[in-house]
């Protein structure tokens, strides 16, 4: 009976080192990206949320509106591409219920011309591009502040538009354009606002210097952002810890050499 007990053990334990151990699941995310940067390093992403389990589909926009709706609607799981700024805003606006969850990377604002190549030889009465949506208008006219050609309403801060300009010394006639506009108006104005990844995606990065460029600071780190509900999800703790991964850091380091800040 003895051996008959030692052999079945034997015959268990066989057993149990033959059969693999179940793998955990995978969960699949679609994640909204902006085209260019944000798409670039989310991809970079991708090997270290698979080894942690994550499958991920990049969705690529081409405009901000989009990927918040699509995300408060439910075809997105998340998306990074915004500031905070811009997010509190949308969920001020439209009630969207979305929440930020981790730190991605600064753009800085650039200000770029093909007349000029210096700030200070913008004559009087130039026409300056700003991107229309209210959060980046604001923060375009900041940074004009900020170099002294203008002057906004005490207490406005980076959420101004064009009336709350109070002192404009050069007379600077502001033309208010959609962000993904910007670009192709560099012919017919003096000088236009462009956000970071619509230069990117243009090149305009690598052949042509700003005339102005933003100082980055923390009102400017874009995010990774999920539904309310969902912020709390082991997923989500997740996705963050792939994102900030030192890989993807260096990736952005090597890549963009300073015109993208990795913030984790």
């Known amino acids: 009976m003895l051996r008959r007990s030692l052999l079945i053990s034997a015959f268990a334990a066989s057993l149990a080192f033959a059969i693999p151990a179940q793998a955990a699941p995978v969960k699949t995310l679609k994640i909204g ?10 991809r970079a992403a991708l090997p270290i949320a698979k080894k942690n389990g994550l499958d991920i589909k990049v969705i ?3 405009d901000y509106v989009s990927p918040n709706e699509a995300l408060a609607h439910g075809d997105l ?8 700024s811009y997010l509190k805003l949308m969920n001020k606006q439209h ?3 979305l929440a930020p969850v981790g730190k991605s990377i600064t753009e800085p604002l650039t200000f770029y011309s093909k007349k000029y190549t210096n700030l200070s030889q913008l004559p009087t009465g130039a026409k300056i591009g700003i991107p229309n949506d209210p959060s980046t208008e604001g923060r375009s006219l900041f940074v004009l502040e900020q170099a002294g050609l203008i002057k906004l309403k005490a ?6 538009s064009p009336l709350d300009v109070i002192s404009n010394p050069k007379k600077l006639k502001f033309v208010e354009l959609d962000p993904a506009q910007t670009l192709r108006s ?9 956000n970071g990844n619509y230069a990117y995606i243009s090149g305009l990065t690598k052949t042509r210097k700003g005339i102005l460029v933003e100082k980055p600071g923390p009102e400017y780190v874009n995010y990774i952002v999920v539904r309310e509900k969902d912020k709390n999800a082991a997923w ?18 090597k890549s963009y050499k300073g015109s993208v800040i990795a913030n984790f």
């Open 33 to 42: 990206v902006t085209a260019g940067t944000h798409a670039e390093i989310l």
């Open 60 to 62: 690529e926009f081409q």
């Open 77 to 84: 799981d998340a998306n990074i591409f915004q500031t905070l």
């Open 95 to 97: 009630n969207y219920g």
């Open 155 to 160: 207490g406005v801060g980076r959420e101004g």
């Open 186 to 194: 560099l012919d017919d104005l003096d000088a236009v606002a462009v």
């Open 236 to 253: 989500v703790k997740t996705l963050v810890k792939s994102y900030q991964d030192p890989s993807v850091r260096a990736f952005v380091n």
